[in-house]
């Protein structure tokens, strides 16, 4: 059965701190690595990771992919009270049909304290 | 404006009253989806479409019916909700493949639709 497990599930660290999400997965026919960030509403998008490896940044932001470990970090240094919020991770499965599926991880809960 | 919208964004009902969550985009996507998300266990997806006609079961679709008549268009409906489907839903349409610059797997999230079944 696919499946994705991000851990902690919860972290509360102070302004400044530099913080490390994971996200192990495993899925079949993997395509793709996804990370939302989730505050009191729809997630938006942070990065696609396809490729081990390879370095996503955006500004204070990064993250990186492991294919043959099956994991991914989400790093966020110099943490501001609006970082807090619940970061999802979810993998992308592709079949040969074309058609792609989305497995969720149950997220982590990040509060910065001022 | 290029957005997913959603309508109603609350709602309460009574067991066994059908209703229909509309979900709309104008980004001429043709993957759509809907997820129910529920503390602790996450997003899941409910049903996906990818294109007019063509919608597929995801990993918790029981209960539940779609529809995709037009493009732009995705209701969910609960012909007979149940209190375990009682959650927060979020309609979700993808970029196209092809477009430049674009990944066509990110995805563009509605408002969610609070949902509870008395």
């Known amino acids: 059965e696919d499946k994705v497990v991000q851990s902690p599930l919860s972290l509360v660290v102070h302004e400044g701190d530099t913080v490390t999400l994971n996200c192990s997965y495993e899925?079949?026919?993997?395509?793709?690595l996804l990370w939302y960030k989730q505050e009191k509403k729809a997630p938006t998008f942070l990065f696609m990771l396809t490729s081990s490896g390879i370095e996503k940044k955006s500004g204070r932001l990064s993250s990186i992919l492991d294919k043959k470990e099956l994991f991914s970090i989400l790093n966020i240094t110099a943490t501001q009270t609006g970082d807090s919020a619940v970061y999802l991770c979810a993998v992308v499965g592709f079949d040969i049909a074309g058609t792609y599926k989305y497995i969720f991880g149950t997220g982590t809960r990040l509060k910065v304290l001022a | 404006e290029a957005q997913v919208t959603q309508n109603p964004r609350y709602l309460i009902t009574v067991t066994g009253k059908k209703l229909t969550v509309t979900c709309s985009q104008n980004?001429?996507?043709?993957?759509m989806s809907w997820y129910r998300q529920d503390p602790g266990l996450g997003l899941r997806q409910i049903y996906y479409s990818m294109n007019v006609e063509v919608t597929d079961k995801g990993d918790v679709p029981e209960g539940y019916k779609v529809s995709r008549k037009e493009k732009r268009n995705f209701p969910l409906i609960l012909e007979s909700p149940s209190p375990n489907q009682t959650s927060l839903y979020f309609c979700a349409s993808n970029p196209n493949p092809g477009l430049a610059g674009i990944y066509r797997e990110t995805q563009y999230f509605g408002p969610g639709t609070r949902l509870l079944v008395l």
């Open positions: 980004m001429n996507h043709e993957y």
């Open positions: 899925v079949t026919n993997f395509r793709s």
